[in-house]
């Protein structure tokens, strides 16, 4: 907001940020399309390619050092500048693996508990947010995904589509980057 910027939110998976760039291609809005990124490190700059590309990932991390350099500064003093304005954000995952058969119904299991028995605290903060997936949020395609937010933080739960894994999305946002990560350290216990 602070630039102007649309920001649209999609599953997890370069194609549903392909999907956006088709849309804002069909209405020959393709210039409106900026930027991508995904939980796996992957980004996606410009409309010219549909899945994640490292090559034009780097050029832009040489790209933003460089304008940097020219300013004074280096891109760790402009990201530390992000963080004073906007906050400290921080952002890690957990992944709990469950082999077999009886791994996969262990983590139904766990996704139908989390659903009858929602949590009321996260790190000793009221959930004042429940999203679940599978009965649509914002518009986006249904998925075994469960959100909870707190003031402050928020967690995403949900199965692996590729690995026999429950994967946990932490998001945090203090006043130093120390605080956001015991934070989600503080969640996960």
């Known amino acids: 907001n602070a630039y102007g910027v649309e920001l649209?939110?999609?599953?997890?998976?370069?194609?549903?940020?392909?999907?956006?760039?088709?849309?804002?291609?069909?209405?020959?809005?393709?210039e409106r399309y900026i930027f991508g990124f995904e939980e796996s490190y992957g980004y996606l700059s410009g409309g010219h390619v549909r899945d994640k590309d490292?090559?034009?990932?780097?050029?832009?991390?040489?790209?933003?050092?460089?304008?940097?350099?020219?300013?004074?500064?280096?891109?760790?003093?402009?990201?530390?500048?992000?963080?004073?304005?906007f906050g400290f954000y921080r952002n890690d995952i957990?992944?709990?693996?469950?082999e077999g058969a009886a791994g996969m119904q262990k983590m139904a299991d766990i996704m139908d508990n989390l659903r009858a028995n929602p949590p009321k605290t996260l790190d000793g903060k009221a959930?004042?947010?429940?999203?679940?997936?599978?009965?649509g949020v914002n518009g986006l395609p249904k998925s075994n995904v469960l959100?909870?937010?707190?003031?402050?933080?928020k967690i995403l739960v949900r199965p692996s589509g590729t690995e026999p894994k429950v994967k946990?999305?932490?998001?945090?946002?203090?006043?130093?980057?120390?605080?956001?990560?015991?934070?989600?350290?503080?969640?996960?216990?």
Request: aromatic share 10%; proline share 0%.
């Open 54 to 85: 490292a090559v034009n990932a780097s050029m832009l991390a040489c790209e933003m050092t460089a304008w940097y350099k020219k300013q004074g500064i280096t891109l760790a003093e402009a990201v530390d500048a992000l963080y004073e304005k």
């Open 127 to 135: 959930v004042i947010k429940v999203a679940d997936y599978n009965l």
């Open 147 to 153: 959100e909870y937010q707190t003031e402050g933080a």
């Open 8 to 30: 649209r939110r999609v599953l997890t998976g370069f194609k549903f940020i392909g999907e956006q760039i088709a849309m804002l291609e069909a209405d020959n809005e393709i």
């Open 94 to 98: 957990a992944s709990f693996a469950f």
């Open 168 to 189: 946990i999305y932490l998001s945090a946002r203090e006043d130093s980057m120390q605080k956001a990560k015991d934070a989600n350290s503080r969640i996960l216990k």
